[in-house]
Structure formats: C-alpha cells, structure tokens
C-alpha cells in the first residue's frame, strides 16, 4: 500500500488506463483463447456501464486520460462486432464527456459521421437508438457554432432515412443543444401524420417554436424589430396549441408557462427597439433644460418622451424576470440543468432591466438603488456543470461588458451613443437560441401532492354555515405520490432510489377572505372595516409514511360571505419551499343571530295582520330603534 501512494500521478493514470482497456476489451466481445467467467449478457452489460461510468470520472478530472479515452472508444466504435446495447453505451459515454470537454469530442466527429454516413436504412432502423445518441453528440460538438452546410445535408440525410420517432428525437436534441434550424426540418410535416390531435398540437408547438428560434438568428432578415415580431407571434400561436395539447392527466403547465414568458421576453426587447427610435423626436439641446420645471430633480426628462418610454420597458423586463421566479418555485421534479437554464433566463432578464435602468434613471430619483456599481452576472459557476446553458452565459458576459461602458458615458441626458451600445449588447442576447431544458420534454420524477378539507358543504356549490363568533375547525388530510420514471420502467421511490429532490415537509396555508357587500362598500357602511382584511394562517407538518394532517381553529367574526383558499407547498431538505399545490376552496357563509332573528321578526310583522291594541305598546318597545328619545308608556 505504500509504495502504491508513492506512485507519481502519470503513471497511476497509467496504470488505470491498461486496466481499463483490459476490461473493456473483456465486456466487449469474448476472445477466443480465454474463458470469460462472465457468462450472462445482462451481467457482461452491467459490468460495461459501471466501467464506463468510472472511465467518464476519471477523464473530468485528468485530460490525458480524456484524450485517450475518446481515442479508445472512437476506435472501438470502428469495429463491426460492437453491435447492439454495446455500442449505445460507448456513444452514451462519449455524450457525457460532451458536457465538459468539446474539444476531444470534435476530433472524433468525421469518424462519427463516416459510421452514420456508411449504415443504411435497415442497419438505421435496427441501431436507432445508438443513431440519435450519435446526432446528439454532433449537435453537443457543434454548441456555440453553427452548422457547416456538409453538417446540415448529413443531419437531413439521416432525418430523411429514420422514422417519425428517430425524428422527432433528433429534433428534441436539436433544441436542447441550441440548433433550432435542424429540429424545423425534422418536425417538418410530422404533426400531420399522428394519431391523436394531443400528439397533433405538441409537435405543432414545437415546429412554432424551431421557427421563431432560428428567425431570430436569420441574417437574412435585416431589420431585428421584424424578426421578433415574427418571432413573437410564432411563439404565441405555440402557446395556443400547448393549451389545446394538454389533458388532465399531462396538464403541461410548465411547457406552456415556458414558451409564454418566452414570447413575453420577445416582445419586451421589441418594445425596447420600437421606444429607441424615439430618440429622433428628443428636445435639442439648447431647449431641453426649459422642458423640465424648476423643482423637478429628474433631469433625464428632459430627453423628451424617449426615457418614460424606456422606463415602461424597465418594468416589462422585471415583471417577466419574477415570473421566471415563480416557474422556478413550481418545477420541483426538475433536473438541476434544467433549473438552471430556468434561473439563467431570469437573471437575463433583470441584466436587461438594469442595464436599461442606468440610463433612464438617474441617482437622485427614487427609484434608483443601482448606484456606482458594476454589473455582475449570476455568480461564478463551474464550467464542468453547465451543461448545454453555457452559451448563453458567454452571452451574458459579454453584455455584462458592453454594459458596463455606459459608466464612461454622461448621465445628464440619452444620447444616440447610450441608445447604440445597448441595441448593440441586447443584439447579442436576442440572436442567442436558447436551449430548451430536458424538463420540458421529459420528467423523470413526479410527486404529486392530495389533500382532502373538511368540512364540506353537503350540495356541491353551497356555502357552509356558521354562527357569528364561533370557530371553525378545519382539518387538512393529505399523501404524497412520489414516483421515479426510468426508460422503461417506473418504479415506486424508495430510500435507495436516486432522485432530484424529496419533500422534507408540507407547509399549509389557509387564507381567509370575507367578501365585501356591494350595497354597503358604495354607501360607506362599512362599520367593521378592520375584520375584511384577509387573515393568512400557516403551519409546517412532517410526513409520516408519505401521510399528513394538519387542523386549523379559525376564529370568524364578519358576518357574511368568506371565502377559505388552502394552498399547499413543499420544503425539500434544504429548506426551500416549492409552490407545488394543490389548492382548495371552500366557501363560509357566517349569519349573525340577532340580526337574523330582528329580520325575521320585522318580516313577520309587516306580511301578518295588526296585533290587538293591549299588545302594541310592548311590542314597539320591542322594536324601538336604539338610541331613540321617544318612548310609549
């Protein structure tokens, strides 16, 4: 053991790659002068994951053994006895070394493309699998570049030969690895060729949204307000077909809230590019500082109607940036790229919405909390855990630079230099396709949360009636569905099944909201103006074998309509709490007892015939108003 720590780390690599070609030469095919002990194929293809697992470990954290590695396995796909299960694992292993290092994968990408390119459409159909492993691999290379037009006519070539499903695949690689151009093509025609008007609508979607993507990087369209425009409307009519593709089983809220805050986005930098060309309609120079009042301190008002017009795309931009906020809280069977892509977009677009703030509004307004700092993006991340979201960053970065020139500049007024550099830095983030996350097309974890309230009116639809004064006891019941889906299977969760995240509590919260009559709000009657206000209660429980129950005692003292919202959020074990639902209504009707009885009385008196003359001087005393001089004896 000794002299094995005193080995230099060369040669410990060393001696980690001969083993490693050893066994994999073992897993890969049985030699013919050796006795393989391995006698079952499903166990020789456990032991060839496991090994190219490792292999992948070893290659993050030491280059040399990377390149040799993909050397290796480039040759190993050479060979025509690799067939099957196999050869989709060396691919799938090359893909993972993908994430990290591209510039060994693109050494190996004419040898790739040979393979494909000598298979033909039998040997596709039988090796679809590996076929779209290896697309995915070409387009991962390609990250940040685009497509030579030999890559192109390969990538038709093979959409062309493969089935509807290869296709459509490919075309989901295509837009996880930013190469919206290809997914166009190989969706091209294959909504109309599906059995079901769900499966109609979804590939309809995704055909939109390659569209509007590779519009807004096509250079042949000059004009940048034109491509988001088209863009923008592509986009929306992909939100409409995402609603007419969802089903109360794939209710497909996240997709649709995606592609919506997209199109939101889109049209935010539209409207950005449409108020910059009101800077022809500025005050000169000479009259500017007559515009503004003597005790006005907001002197970039006086750039004309160019800085209110800015200042509105100041809040589109924040508004869709918290809104990417709440998607992140409701994803919480995401995958962390994916939550990562959700997290950079909104972190570009509170980039655009202060960029644009530090031009518009100066330091003694009242809004401004910028101040004298630089921008920064984000935080530094690890480069080995970006997966397909690092070009987008890049992006950021360099808008973060651009941005930063406008300190250089004077803050006294817009000038045409200000409104260039940042048409010149949003360009950049514009003609940048984002990458699609893997959540969007794939969920391979669902946790679903039921709760039952009680009570419960006994009509659907009815109120539950309550004396004014009295507390309501409400009691919350609920499980916890969690299931982890595999490839092929899906399977309970378990506490050795891996998984993104798993709840730690349930946190409950009920709201309670009296409704405002009408006739009293209009007529200022509104005694009890304090008890409207609504009263938000909230408790923490720990499931117990995926079961819980929490009560409330509300306490009401409105009379009237209230309305009761249960909402229901999950705190993972870090603490955070996911807006996952579900959530429940109910409908309180709260009836004061004097008031009902002096109603019922007075309403008996007025459709019943005169009491007896002995009786009516008790009986108005009765119902004297209180507060009243007058009084019979």
Not at 445 to 453: E, M
Not at 501 to 509: E, L, S
Request: aromatic share 8%; hydrophobic share 40%.
């Amino acid at each position: 053991m000794d002299e094995l720590f005193t080995l230099s780390g060369a040669r410990l690599v060393g001696l980690i790659k001969n083993g490693i070609e050893s066994l994999l030469s073992r897993l890969c095919w049985k030699t013919q002068n050796f006795v393989d002990p391995i006698e079952s194929e499903e166990l020789r293809l456990q032991y060839l994951g496991k090994c190219l697992v490792h292999a992948t470990l070893l290659s993050k954290s030491s280059p040399f053994f990377c390149e040799w590695f993909c050397e290796t396995m480039g040759e190993l796909l050479q060979c025509e006895e690799l067939v099957g299960y196999k050869r989709n694992l060396i691919c799938q292993s090359l893909g993972n070394i993908g994430k990290f290092n591209h510039e060994y994968i693109r050494k190996l990408l004419p040898a790739l493309m040979q393979l494909l390119s000598s298979w033909d459409s039998a040997q596709l159909e039988v090796e679809n699998n590996t076929v779209v492993v290896l697309v995915a691999i070409i387009l991962q290379a390609h990250q940040g570049y685009s497509l030579e037009t030999q890559s192109k006519e390969f990538l038709k070539a093979i959409i062309g030969s493969s089935n509807l499903w290869v296709a459509y695949r490919i075309a989901r690689n295509c837009l996880r690895f930013g190469q919206p151009e290809i997914a166009s093509i190989a969706l091209q025609g294959s909504f109309s060729r599906v059995c079901s008007e769900n499966f109609h609508f979804w590939l309809s979607s995704l055909h939109s949204i390659a569209l509007a993507e590779s519009l807004l990087s096509n250079e042949s369209i000059p004009l940048l307000q034109e491509r988001l425009m088209q863009a923008s409307n592509l986009y929306l009519q992909a939100v409409t077909s995402l609603k007419a593709a969802s089903t109360p089983a794939a209710t497909l809220e996240f997709q649709t809230e995606f592609v919506r805050l997209r199109s939101e986005m889109l049209i935010a930098f539209r409207s950005f590019m449409i108020s910059c060309g009101n800077l022809q309609f500025s005050p000169p120079p000479a009259i500017a500082p007559s515009i503004t009042s003597s005790g006005n301190k907001d002197i970039l008002l006086a750039s004309g109607r160019i800085v209110s017009q800015l200042r509105k795309s100041v809040r589109e931009f924040y508004n869709t940036g918290d809104a990417y906020g709440r998607l992140y809280q409701t994803a919480f069977d995401s995958d962390s790229d994916s939550l990562l892509t959700v997290h950079i977009l909104q972190q570009v677009c509170q980039l655009v919405g202060r960029s644009i703030e530090k031009l518009v509004i100066s330091k003694d307004h009242a809004s401004s909390g910028i101040g004298d700092q630089a921008f920064v993006f984000c935080h530094e991340p690890d480069t080995t855990e970006l997966s397909n979201s690092w070009l987008l960053i890049e992006s950021c970065k360099h808008v973060v630079a651009l941005v930063n020139k406008l300190q250089d500049l004077p803050e006294k007024s817009v000038t045409q230099k200000h409104v260039d550099c940042l048409k010149e830095a949003f360009r950049i983030l514009i003609e940048t396709p984002i990458t699609y996350p893997r959540f969007f097309f794939q969920t391979l974890q669902s946790t679903r949360v039921k709760i039952a309230v009680s009570p419960q009116p006994r009509v659907p639809g009815e109120h539950i009636s309550v004396l004014m004064g009295n507390n309501l006891a409400l009691k919350v019941e609920g499980v916890i569905d969690q299931t982890f889906s595999r490839i092929n299977t899906k399977e309970k969760l378990t506490a050795g099944t891996k998984c993104f995240r798993k709840p730690k509590a349930i946190r409950i919260t009920v709201t309670s909201a009296p409704v405002q009559n009408s006739r009293t709000h209009s007529h200022g009657l509104d005694l009890n103006k304090g008890t409207h206000e609504p009263l938000v209660v909230s408790k923490e429980v720990v499931p117990h074998r995926d079961f819980f129950t929490v009560q409330f005692l509300l306490g009401l003292w409105s009379s009237g309509v209230t309305n009761l919202s249960v909402d229901t959020s999950i705190i993972d074990r870090e603490g955070r709490q996911w807006i996952t639902g579900p959530k429940a209504t109910l409908s309180i009707k709260v009836y004061d007892e004097v008031s009902s009885k002096s109603q019922s009385t007075s309403g008996t008196s007025n459709t019943t015939r005169p009491p007896p003359s002995g009786l009516q001087g008790s009986l108005s005393s009765q119902l004297q108003v209180p507060g009243s001089s007058k009084s019979k004896s």
